[in-house]
T-cell receptor, first 114, second 110 residues
Framework: DSGVTQTPKHLITATGQRVTLRCSPR?????VYWYQQSLDQGLQFLIQ???????AKGNILERFSAQQFPDLHSELNLSSLELGDSALYFC?????????????FGPGTRLTVL | DQQVKQNSPSLSVQEGRISILNCDYT??????FLWYKKYPAEGPTFLIS?????DKNEDGRFTVFLNKSAKHLSLHIVPSQPGDSAVYFC?????????FGQGTELSVKP
């Protein structure tokens, strides 16, 4: 158990809908990362937040947005969903910075868009 | 542009033998390289890392080798155990970001 929690574990929805994925980082961790893993793909970095502020952006679609709240939990909002958005979404956390790159991952949310 | 590539989607080895998982990269600016292991229905867990200035790092049964001239790294697992069966991702780390390969599914048969 990494100490990172994600809810829900599974989400099934229809095209055009909007969903919110939630992540609670490890106690004391200030930085949260979001990743998308599509079928047969590696983890694609979406976005990073540090202590409530957006720190870095990766290949995140404009239909997706995220935020980190004062209690440090983070939410990833996916809107106007398309079939291709079906994927595993992981969040990861680290204390602040890490020189070696080690991140602690949650169990993921499996999103299915029908 | 795929900066980190794992060209073997799967690998099968016998218990007790060596498993060698390979990874190629194109970005010479990575500071560290990491290997993560992922079981079904779980998130990736950190396994071992290596600094870009090193050529080998060892932790128990796991050894990572880095060949900078070839832009290639490999993970050796000796001896392989059935519990090692999982998907292994290599990743490059630079500027606060991890860039992952596509993963290799390792199956260790008893």
């Amino acid at each position: 158990d990494s100490g990172v929690t994600q809810t829900p574990k599974h989400l099934i929805t229809a095209t055009g809908q909007r969903v919110t994925l939630r992540c609670s980082p490890r106690s004391g961790d200030l930085s949260v990362y979001w990743y998308q893993q599509s079928l047969d793909q590696g983890l694609q970095f979406l976005i990073q937040y540090y202590n409530g502020e957006e720190r870095a952006k990766g290949n995140i679609l404009e239909r997706f947005s995220a935020q980190q709240f004062p209690d440090l939990h983070s939410e990833l909002n996916l809107s106007s969903l398309e079939l291709g958005d079906s994927a595993l979404y992981f969040c990861a956390s680290i204390p602040g910075t890490t020189p070696t790159g080690e991140q602690f991952f949650g169990p993921g949310t499996r999103l299915t868009v029908l | 542009d795929q900066q980190v590539k794992q060209n073997s989607p799967s690998l099968s080895v016998q218990e007790g033998r060596i498993s060698i998982l390979n990874c190629d990269y194109t970005n010479s600016m990575f500071d560290y390289f990491l290997w993560y292991k992922k079981y079904p229905a779980e998130g990736p867990t950190f396994l071992i890392s290596i600094s870009s200035i090193k050529d080998k790092n060892e932790d128990g049964r796991f050894t990572v080798f880095l060949n900078k001239s070839a832009k290639h790294l490999s993970l050796h697992i000796v001896p392989s155990q059935p519990g090692d069966s999982a998907v292994y991702f290599c990743a490059g780390y630079q500027g606060g970001k991890l860039i992952f390969g596509q993963g290799t599914e390792l199956s260790v048969k008893p």
